[in-house]
T-cell receptor, first 113, second 113 residues
Framework: AQKITQTQPGMFVQEKEAVTLDCTYDTSDQSYGLFWYKQPSSGEMIFLIYQGSYDEQNATEGRYSLNFQKARKSANLVISASQLGDSAMYFCAMSFTGNQFYFGTGTSLTVIP | DTAVSQTPKYLVTQMGNDKSIKCEQNLGHDTMYWYKQDSKKFLKIMFSYNNKELIINETVPNRFSPKSPDKAHLNLHINSLELGDSAVYFC????????????FGPGTRLTVL
């Protein structure tokens, strides 16, 4: 069975600092995708970044980077130079063969001015 | 232009009623999904359709029935609403193939009284 774990229900970071949000997963599949989504208080789900299981380089998108450690089955999101607008829920998700898609329980990030 | 739209945004109804939520995407995607987000923000996939065909049907009461008249639309009909159905329901779509990011609609907040 596939499983995604986000162990940090809440995180705080000072504005302009970097923060790492943890995500670990458990699967026996060789081919899968890892995603991070942001959900601000307004409720919409915003796609941030993607990493394929066969990608050797860590994915980066602007201030977001994904620290992919395949052997450890972790896919942590790093947000550099935090901004007040980064305060939101962050969800790690995985895709599997057959369009299966599972989300973690989320981490609430608060950026402190 | 709205990529994935849902109507209505809010739905308040009495227990026992039947209601529908509509979803449309103009991204040309082949795959569409319904998710339920509970009060603890946990996101769970309910259904997935690919080219109007049901491909994922998670353990969901059969009071929930998805209908896809064409690949741009995926509606959710709920019969005999119960208090536990209160949640935010998200529609999403993605390109066909493996491990593609999903684009989410704005969500429909359903409250059953």
């Amino acid at each position: 069975a596939q499983k995604i774990t986000q162990t940090q229900p809440g995180m705080f970071v000072q504005e302009k600092e970097a923060v790492t949000l943890d995500c670990t997963y458990d699967t026996s599949d060789q081919s899968y995708g890892l995603f991070w989504y942001k959900q601000p208080s307004s409720g919409e789900m915003i796609f941030l970044i993607y990493q394929g299981s066969y990608d050797e380089q860590n994915a980066t998108e602007g201030r977001y980077s994904l620290n992919f450690q395949k052997a450890r089955k972790s896919a942590n999101l790093v947000i550099s130079a935090s901004q007040l607008g980064d305060s939101a829920m962050y969800f790690c998700a995985m895709s599997f063969t057959g369009n299966q898609f599972y989300f973690g329980t989320g981490t609430s990030l608060t950026v402190i001015p | 232009d709205t990529a994935v739209s849902q109507t209505p945004k809010y739905l308040v109804t009495q227990m026992g009623n039947d209601k529908s939520i509509k979803c449309e995407q103009n991204l040309g995607h082949d795959t569409m999904y319904w998710y339920k987000q509970d009060s603890k923000k946990f996101l769970k996939i309910m259904f997935s359709y690919n080219n109007k065909e049901l491909i994922i049907n998670e353990t969901v009461p059969n009071r929930f029935s998805p209908k896809s008249p064409d690949k741009a639309h995926l509606n959710l009909h709920i019969n005999s609403l119960e208090l536990g159905d209160s949640a935010v329901y998200f529609c999403a779509s993605s390109r066909n193939g493996r491990h593609n990011e999903q684009f989410f609609g704005p969500g429909t907040r359903l409250t059953v009284l």
